[in-house]
């Protein structure tokens, strides 16, 4: 279901506006976003949740003094998320909230913006004293447990579209504009709020039925399920793994569970812009791209609930790097899905758990963002290597803020092709980008309403994406007759996006190539054993690859986390063939770099091309020298400089360059950790 | 548990008190004169097929050609001799009515076409129709167990039933009464028995309440005080346990397990009688899934196959082990389910055709089953099957005078004591399994027998008792009779050695035999893993790798039976055969399966050796295959009372057939 489908059924249960044109907060891409938190220091929560320090109330006390804020301000911080509501209930956690109204002052004295923590749980054995109702909004048991926080059985979970719920928590949001005066309010747990638990809760039975009954007609039910009787369906309760996820009752409960996050998303988005057009909103679902089935897990469709999002936190870990089996891991995937869906990131790159290579991967691939760097005492422990890197990114500011990647290949994360299959589709696709990302291929993660124009980029890239409706075949098709490269592999459109099996592959025209005989396994179908293929198609080029091979095999069902990015065994023949698709050249090309190098292109209206290099292997290969960069110029452009900067050193380079055939190319004669090139044009179209 | 008492549990079964007793049920005459050859698609009607999902987009279009004339035609040339139909899935009978609709008309053509039509009937309920038909089946469903619903595979909607609520059994009857008077069926085909008795449903409130009256009804109050220490069942409540068991000593556990499998009998026994008053020629299968595959059935299932099949003509097998063997040289075969059928009187069906199945999985069932080449495929089997499987049902159907009121002889008799083999998942199931392979795999004529006919040993050379260790009183003197009688007697480990309460005698009950029987009385230590089970898991096919001490298990079973067996085989030990005997026709025929044509497509010199009945001769040998037309005549020649042949090749199947005068 498209976004547009999301909010309009968001509008049948809730007031809310159709927010197709929501303008991200300005401030927010105005402004170096350097954050630090303490979501979690109020005694209250520290007390109840056990396993404390003996000093913990001290630094609780410190952190909320002038001397800390005045640090945080020296370091560099630009936003501080101060606690602000746990879930003990506003009348239990009303001493805490006067000592947050406090720190806000004095974060506001000196300059810093104000976010606001809020969480999803309901601690419940203050809260009930407050709302005693608030029983009727707790998830019920679920296969027969109890549905809590994490290990904390004290915080229970709702069920967030309960109207007595979202009321009090309109409560909360007005309290965060009219008392603190919020710039950002940070939603955190988003990714636990739409778990299956959650829906089993008897209000959440009735909205399914209704979503059933307003998405289909009673034919189209019966198409759909066999039968148009909608009266009696149960959500699954069900939690064995899963490979393809063929019930279409399991489907329809995956969709219904992102229908409503985001239209609760969408509700307290427009009350809070209501109060304050300037708020950010931000929000925690955990994941990012990073081989986890969201949508089925978590009920979160990054497309549609970060449409009403400013910013999103990660807290996927895959913190940079490369492991000692050579698997370069990082967050790449999900700073580009962020990008692309117009959010900045949120992600713990300072601090203990940080290092200066977590931060330069936000530098490169974020939006004017560095990270989180800790907690309110940063100011007093953060190493100098981390404020050298914030110092760098304030004193070149103007080098990170309104960009826009250039990218040649656009990747698609199809929703029934992700959300109904936890196997191949994930397999391929993260695989492809790694492939991608290592071979410094500039590309785009895109989702279903990209397609609609995909004149941008030279490439579309269809790993494995199964289920894809006669639309959006439709559209691929309008993309390579326009001239666009698609590569496609294995069962790329077998399925529609009921993920019910075409006689041959939806894009046979265009691949040339048959699908296998069909035959129903559990094990799901095998690509064919044929040959890849590439063929002219129209103005356009279209090529097939049967297989994109690991080097590890995730076992079926399991994630396709970290553990299994190994570059797969054919990588050279997946971006091969995308070169091919795109022509034979990229925007940018590197030379001289080991695949453990990262790089990102970036432009700016100003007329600046930027390209940023990244050593994940830095803890192993502290220093690489001589990598050759060759960038497409933008048509009738000049170059009139290019220069070298970084934060590992002192001082700025400006190599030579040589422009040929609207291309510049020049050596990076030397990297650290990171590295930005900027190539400054004149008379750039 | 003799008939007999199992009929008078029947009686006393809950529920069933006001019921006339049924009878065990006789096989229909045309089930014995024809050769059954079947086609099944219970599965395609839009409605599960919608609901369930992963379908395919021509799956409605695949559905209205299945019952196209033309598919039907095909069919019977095919060789195809019954349909399984759609019927009954569970979603109700108004909601699955135009499904219904088009069985019906499905079933005229098959029968205009002399096609049997046999109808599916699943044991779960859609309940997001059914409610809607049916409200008060909300109270047939099983509870949550354990906190979890209970539901079919991974298939949520279907919910299960406690079988005996009267409410689902008068349900039953319905649709049983629709399927023999609107459609006139030939078969009823019950599906999920498996499923039906496991733990989860009987959790259920009206389940409980037959448990206690069951317990109270079997055992006077002073045996039960023996057997739970206490006299009064009004507050006893099933086990809730989902752990790994190896041996089951706690008596509510195995009182549970006899109490499962007996309420599923009595299910069985009353649609059973039902069926068979409206139309005694209706034929019964139920498909329990496991057939003898290593799982224990009676805990895991409540199916006791000897309790259960009395009710039944057909039972299914869906327990995998498709014929072959494995990698590691494990020859995995369906043989000790189809002997199990035998012993019971019944025929198996399984899928003998497609990915599960092949020229080796009909040879199996042509060798080991009775009359019955399984199911070989869909309703479209008429267009897709490939030639050498048509070749094969060809073969059958020509040759089926071969196939008919076949006996097979046995020298050997293996025990499947009802609680050695239910108490217990270690050792006697990994004993009398791996017991088996070696008298497989050396070709030794054996039968799988159970406790019923313990009394009735007479046409056994030998007993083999591999870890039976409950056996009663009662049991280990019918087996002393026997061997006083003549028998020879193998047993293992620790048989005997406890009640069928699992007791801990002082020794064996057996012991004084071991010690006094003779030289045909052995005893043997230990059967020897060569990939040994790990505690309480299913002794399934990775574990069927010949024991270590194979030989000495066969050389004991030899000398038990007197050292003469009824069938020698000279051959690798992945050819396995069958000795079956026509009386009427004086007919031997000696079947031969090739179990590794896959890696060795010809045996050369296969021999076999075969005991001529005293007062006959050999009129005639011939070699009969369906994969090679008009084989030579095999050498042969008659030597002691024995045949010896010898066959050139051999490569799936070849049968050979000894005409005596």
Not at chain 1, 35 to 47: G, T
Not at chain 1, 241 to 260: H, S
């Amino acid at each position: 279901m498209t976004r547009a489908i999301a909010v309009a059924f968001a509008a049948l249960l809730l007031d809310v506006p159709d927010l197709a044109a929501r303008e991200k907060a300005a401030w927010l891409t105005n402004t170096p976003v350097v954050l630090v938190s303490n979501h979690d220091s109020m005694p209250i929560f520290r007390r109840r949740v056990g396993g404390n320090t003996t000093y913990q109330l001290e630094d609780y006390a410190r952190e909320h003094t002038e001397e800390a804020v005045r640090k945080l301000k020296e370091a560099g911080v630009t936003v501080v998320i101060v606690h602000f509501y746990k879930g003990f209930g506003l009348e239990a956690e009303r001493e805490h909230q006067k000592k947050a109204l406090e720190l806000v002052s004095l974060v506001r004295k000196h300059g810093m913006r104000v976010g606001v923590y809020v969480g999803s749980t309901i601690a419940h054995e203050t809260f009930l004293a407050e709302k005693p109702e608030a029983e009727e909004w707790f998830a019920p048991d679920y296969m027969g447990r109890p549905v809590f926080y994490s290990e904390q059985t004290f915080r229970k979970r709702v069920y967030f579209m309960h109207p007595g719920y979202r009321e009090y928590m309109r409560r909360v949001m007005r309290m965060a504009e009219q008392e603190f005066h919020a710039d950002l309010i940070h939603f955190d747990n988003t990714s636990m709020q739409a778990e299956p638990a959650i829906f089993q809760h008897p209000m959440a039975i009735q909205d399914f039925r209704e979503f059933l009954r307003r998405k289909y007609s009673a034919s189209e039910l019966e198409l759909r399920f066999g039968f148009a009787e909608v009266r009696f369906m149960l959500p699954p309760r069900y939690d064995r793994p899963l490979a393809a996820i063929n019930d279409p009752l399991f489907q329809e409960w995956a969709d219904f569970r992102c229908v409503q996050l985001s239209a609760y998303y969408a509700e307290m988005d427009a009350l809070l812009r209501s109060l304050n057009p300037q708020v950010a909103v931000e929000t925690n679902p955990h994941s990012g791209i990073s081989g986890r089935n969201t949508i089925w897990e978590q009920g979160v469709d990054y497309p549609r609930l970060l449409s009403h999002m400013d910013a999103v936190w990660t807290e996927e870990g895959d913190p940079a790097g490369v492991t000692p089996d050579g698997i370069l891991v990082s967050k790449i995937r999900t700073f580009k899905m962020a990008a692309i869906l117009n959010n900045t990131l949120f992600v713990g790159t300072g601090g203990q758990g940080g290092n200066t290579l977590q931060m330069a991967e936000s530098l490169a691939f974020n939006r004017q963002s560095i990270g989180d760097i800790g907690g309110l005492l940063a100011g007093y422990d953060l190493p100098e290597v981390q404020r050298r890197y914030l110092r760098f990114f304030h004193r070149n500011f103007d080098r990170y803020r309104d960009v826009e990647n250039i990218a040649d290949v656009a990747v698609l994360h199809s929703f029934a092709s992700m959300g109904y299959n936890n196997d191949r589709p994930v397999v391929s696709t993260m695989l492809f980008e790694q492939a991608l990302i290592q071979a410094k291929v500039p590309f785009d993660i895109i989702f279903d309403d990209h397609l609609k124009d995909l004149s941008r980029y030279r490439v579309l890239v269809l790993a494995d994406q199964e289920a894809l409706n006669e639309d959006k075949l439709k559209l691929i098709r309008q993309y390579v007759e326009r001239g666009g490269g698609v590569v496609a592999t294995e069962l790329t459109s077998l399925y529609n996006e009921w993920r019910e099996r075409r006689h041959d592959f939806g894009l046979k025209d265009l691949l040339g190539v048959e699908a296998p005989r069909y035959q129903r396994s559990r094990g799901g179908e095998q690509p064919p054993r044929i040959p890849a293929a590439r063929k002219q198609a129209g103005r356009g080029r279209a090529a097939y690859i049967p297989e994109v091979r690991p080097a590890i095999e995730k076992p079926s069902g399991a994630r396709m986390t970290s553990q299994y990015w190994k570059l797969p065994l054919n990588a050279a023949e997946l971006v091969d063939t995308v070169k091919w698709a795109a022509g034979g050249q990229f925007s940018l090309e590197v030379a001289g770099a080991p695949p453990t190098v990262v790089a990102e292109l970036m432009r700016q209206k100003t007329g600046k091309l930027l390209v940023h290099l990244i050593n994940y292997d830095v803890a192993r290969t502290p220093v690489l020298r001589n990598i050759r960069l060759t960038v497409q110029l933008p048509p009738a452009a000049r170059v009139h400089s290019v220069d070298l900067i970084t934060p590992d050193e002192d001082g700025a380079q400006n190599p030579r360059y040589e422009v040929t055939g609207g291309r510049v190319t020049f050596t990076v004669p030397r990297i650290v950790t990171y590295r930005l090139a900027t190539i400054q044009l004149e008379g750039a179209r | 548990m003799g008939m007999l008492l199992a009929l008078v549990l029947v009686l006393a079964g809950a529920g069933l008190s006001a019921t006339p007793a049924p009878q065990p049920i006789a096989t229909p005459e045309w089930l014995k004169n024809e050769p059954l050859i079947i086609v099944g698609n219970w599965d395609s009607m839009p409605i599960f097929r919608r609901r369930v999902g992963g379908n395919t987009v021509w799956q409605e279009q695949d559905y209205r050609r299945e019952m196209s004339e033309e598919a039907v035609r095909k069919l019977k040339d095919l060789g195809v001799s019954m349909a399984v139909i759609h019927f009954y899935k569970g979603f109700g009978l108004e909601a699955e009515k135009p499904h219904i609709d088009d069985a019906r008309r499905y079933a005229a053509l098959l029968k205009k076409y002399g096609i049997r039509v046999g109808v599916y009937i699943g044991s779960t309920v859609a309940y997001e129709t059914f409610l809607a038909e049916k409200p008060e089946a909300e109270q047939w469903f099983a509870p949550d167990y354990m906190g979890r619903p209970v539901f079919y595979d991974d298939q949520t909607y279907r919910k299960r039933v406690y079988f005996m609520h009267p409410g689902y059994r008068d349900y039953m009857k319905r649709v049983l009464r629709m399927a023999i008077e609107d459609f006139h069926v030939d078969e009823i085909d019950f599906d999920n028995t498996s499923m039906q008795a496991q733990p989860p449903i009987f959790l259920h409130p009206l389940a409980i309440q037959d448990f206690r009256e069951y317990l109270s009804t079997r055992y006077p109050p002073g045996t039960l005080e023996r057997r739970l220490g206490f006299r009064n069942t009004a507050h006893v409540l099933p086990p809730r346990y989902d752990k790994p068991l190896g041996a089951i000593n706690d008596p509510l556990f195995q009182e549970w397990a006899d109490f499962r499998c007996h309420q599923l009998n009595a299910y069985y026994a009353e649609l059973a009688g039902f069926i068979r008053g409206l139309d005694p020629k209706v034929a019964i299968a139920t498909n329990p899934h496991s057939g003898i595959s290593g799982r224990n059935t009676v805990w895991d299932q409540g199916v006791d196959y000897p309790g259960l099949l009395p009710w039944m003509d057909i039972t299914w097998t869906e327990e995998g082990n498709e014929a072959g063997v494995s990698a590691d040289g494990v020859l995995i075969s369906k043989i000790r389910t189809y002997k199990m059928a035998t012993s019971l009187g019944k025929r198996v069906l399984t899928y003998t055709t497609g990915t599960r199945g092949g020229k080796l999985q009909m040879a199996e069932s042509m060798a080991y089953n009775r009359q019955t080449l399984g199911m070989v495929g869909g309703p479209l089997a008429g267009f897709e099957l490939p030639e050498s499987e048509r070749a094969y049902i060809r073969f059958f159907r020509d040759k089926f005078d071969l196939f008919r009121d076949v006996e097979n002889i046995a020298d050997v008799a293996v025990l499947h004591s009802r609680a050695s083999m239910g108490y217990n998942n270690d050792l006697p199931w990994q004993s009398s399994m791996l017991v088996e392979q070696a008298l497989i795999e050396a070709n030794v004529p054996f039968d799988i027998v159970f406790d019923e006919q313990l009394g009735n040993l007479s046409r056994y050379r030998a007993l083999v008792l591999p870890d039976q260790e409950c056996l009663s009183d009662a049991q280990a003197e019918a087996i002393r009779r026997y061997v006083a009688g003549g028998g020879g007697l193998v047993a293992t480990e620790q048989t005997a050695l406890y009640n069928e309460w699992r007791e801990r005698r002082r020794e064996s009950a057996l012991a004084g035999l071991f010690r006094t029987g003779g030289p045909r009385v052995i005893y043997l230590a230990e059967v020897k893993p060569a990939v040994p089970k790990p505690v309480s898991v299913p002794m399934t096919s990775q574990y069927w790798k010949l024991p270590v001490n194979w030989r000495e298990l066969v050389a004991a079973v030899k000398t038990a039976a007197g050292g003469d067996l009824a069938l020698e085989v000279t051959a690798p030990p992945h050819v396995t055969a069958e000795l079956l005997e026509q009386k009427s026709a004086r007919r031997l025929s000696v079947h031969l399966l090739n179990y590794a044509s896959e890696r060795h497509p010809q045996v050369e010199n296969a021999g076999i050796s075969l005991r001529i009945p005293p007062g006959r001769t050999v009129a005639r040998v011939e070699l009969l295959s369906p994969d090679q037309d008009n084989p030579p005549a095999p050498r042969h020649e008659l030597r002691d009372g024995r045949l010896e042949v010898r066959l050139p090749q051999l490569k799936t199947y070849s049968i050979v057939v000894v005409t005596l005068k």
